[in-house]
């Protein structure tokens, strides 16, 4: 990569829990890049790893390719990316697929907004790797990157130093209570079959994660378990006023639902959207923009021009059903939505399709799964319809509702 690239980086060893380790690198406009990173160990992982890959691609897939002799904990990529383990790699990984990750190149302003985003989520970074594209540089096909972790990040080395690694991929891969970072057993603490309790939230608003883990004794493994948590918004900012007029210029979204009320701006929406940005919420249903949490996602594939951005919740709150709101704005359009299972479906599962159209949706159904019900909504004026996709495996009943309206977040 020699004189085709500027290396940004950074390294602390601030972060008392992860080793968190950003990886940025440019993508090609014209066609698919494979990126691969070799993991070197420099000295003993003893927290867990985190590695978190982006590129400044917009137009074309890049792929990733990782090669570790160590555990990782999780991979975060954002972006239409892929991510696979090299055929070489000694250890495995979970790849987890994060669609509000920014790609600053270690330059820009996306690279502050990149950080930060990490940062709340797992704490202090404790390295950043970001080459700039230079102007005017040929596309390569392949970019290596050779990462090193463990030990004390700012350590100085001798030249030729090796580190002798353990015999299992344990290192750098667990994070769970009450385990030992290296089992060989059955770990002390950790129930034989049984889930350990659930962490605490790494975050107590905004999105957090917690963790659980177990000792399989039918593979002589252990099996490990995450779940976000505490998906309330933090409280807002309060903005000050004399007059609606100020809230309606300073909101940066739906800014003609504000008023100014005791010298501040509030959503004039009522109780059941938040106060400081006007998204909706019901129960423990909040609506963001983008969050990782969504269920529901564009298909990285399709060509449709719409850019408007995600507007999501997801809960796990109701005993009974298992209720998916799709609400779809468009003008005589054809909507496709595949159903891909994501665990054992153990509740009765019902769709709710939502149109905001002045002529015609056409819904069409792809599900390797029953669905109880498929409920259509909308204009009681337009005509909907919904048909199963021919390579549906499942069939299933649709029932127009007319009092199921379309509605703004």
């Known amino acids: 990569m020699n004189n085709i690239y500027d290396l940004y980086s950074c390294t602390t060893n601030d972060n008392p829990k992860y080793e968190v380790h950003v990886v940025s690198l440019p993508g090609s406009f014209y066609k698919k890049n494979t990126n691969e990173i070799s993991i070197v160990p420099r000295g003993p992982v003893v927290k867990p790893i985190i590695l978190v890959l982006t ?68 704490g202090p970074i404790t390295s950043v790797t970001a080459y700039q594209f230079y102007r005017g540089a040929s596309d390569l096909s392949v970019l290596k990157i050779i990462l090193s972790v463990g030990g004390n990040p700012l350590q100085v080395l001798p030249h030729g130093y090796t580190y002798k690694l353990s015999s299992n991929c344990t ?66 900012v309060d903005l000050s006023c004399n007059t609606t007029y100020d809230c309606h210029r300073q909101q940066p979204r739906g800014s003609l639902s504000f008023e100014c009320k005791n010298k501040v701006c509030r959503c004039s929406l009522g109780d059941e959207y938040n106060k400081y940005n006007c998204f909706g919420k019901v129960g423990n249903c909040v609506i963001r923009e983008e969050p990782q949490t969504a269920l529901g996602y564009k298909d990285p594939s399709d060509a449709y021009s719409n850019h408007n951005q995600l507007q999501s919740c997801t809960t796990n709150d109701n005993s009974i059903y298992e209720l998916h709101v799709i609400r779809i704005f468009g003008i005589d359009e054809v909507y496709e939505v595949s159903v891909k299972p994501r665990g054992p479906v153990s509740k009765p599962i019902i769709l709710v399709l939502i149109s905001y159209s002045g002529s015609s949706v056409h819904w069409r159904l792809d599900t390797p799964v029953g669905l109880y019900k498929v409920l259509i909504g909308g204009f009681r004026s337009i005509n909907k319809t919904v048909e199963k996709n021919s390579s549906s495996k499942c069939s299933f009943e649709a029932t127009q509702r007319f009092d199921i309206g379309y509605f703004f977040v």
């Open 55 to 122: 590129t400044n691609s917009p137009y074309t897939t890049q792929s990733w390719k990782i090669e570790t002799p160590v555990g990782i904990n999780k991979v975060l990529f954002g972006g239409s990316s892929t991510v696979e383990n090299k055929s070489s790699s000694k250890c495995d990984f979970r790849v987890f697929h994060k669609v509000n990750l920014k790609n600053g190149d270690g330059s820009d302003q996306k690279t502050s907004e990149l950080l930060r985003s990490v940062y709340d989520d797992y």
């Open 171 to 236: 290192e750098g891969m667990l994070d769970c209570p009450l385990m030992n970072p290296q089992p060989t057993a059955i770990s002390s603490g950790v129930q034989t079959d049984s889930w350990t309790q659930w962490s605490s939230c790494t975050k107590t608003c905004d999105i957090g994660t917690q963790s659980r883990c177990r000792y399989n004794n039918t593979n002589q493994n252990i099996e490990y378990e995450e779940q976000y948590c505490n998906t309330q918004y933090c409280p807002g």
